[in-house]
């Protein structure tokens, strides 16, 4: 088995623990989404696939273990245990770690790697695809209305394009001009 499938089999047995409270929404409807955004864009870029997949599978193991606001720094700790345990070499290990500390766009950490910014770029397309699932995280998991959750991800999603590289936002264009539309009143 390779170690991509050992990190995606790992964070689907977390998704589906009864204290994630994600659920396995957050492997469905996040997971799932950012593993093929990160697939994509790291074939257009000649970057490290198996870098970028075993990080895209890693890289908000954080927020399911429950540390939400420090999950970049809590999953980098976690990967890298959980890859030296699979005998990963070092040197991808440390890359990994790179890649998902400076996936949140949030936060003003460099990218020094085409591997760190496929990642970021897939992070932030997913949200595009899964505006359902932003619903269900504003209202069950932050408690807001529907008028609320609408503002909440409007401004998300404005917050995910602006922070796209120039190839990733000519992918998700289309969608995004359509949640516009859908969300402004």
Sequence with gaps: MTIAKKAQEHIRKLCAKQENIFGMEAYDHHF??????????????????EIVEVSAW????????????NHHITGAKYAGKFLEKNNYPKEKIEAVQHCI??????????????????????????????VGSLFSLAMKTHHMSVPEAEKFI?????????????????????????????LKR
């Design 58 to 69: 890693l890289h908000d193991v954080g927020s399911v273990l429950g540390d939400y606001k």
């Design 32 to 49: 799932v989404s950012v593993v093929r955004y990160a697939k994509q864009l790291a074939k257009k870029t000649n970057a490290n696939k």
């Design 101 to 130: 500390m400076a996936h949140r766009g949030s936060k003003q950490i460099p990218r020094k790697t085409i591997e760190a910014k496929c990642l970021a770029d897939a992070d932030a397309m997913a949200h595009f695809d899964q």
């Design 154 to 182: 409007l401004a998300k999603l404005q917050r995910s394009y602006k922070k796209l590289t120039p190839r990733a936002k000519k992918i998700v264009a289309e969608k995004y001009r359509a949640t516009k539309i859908l």
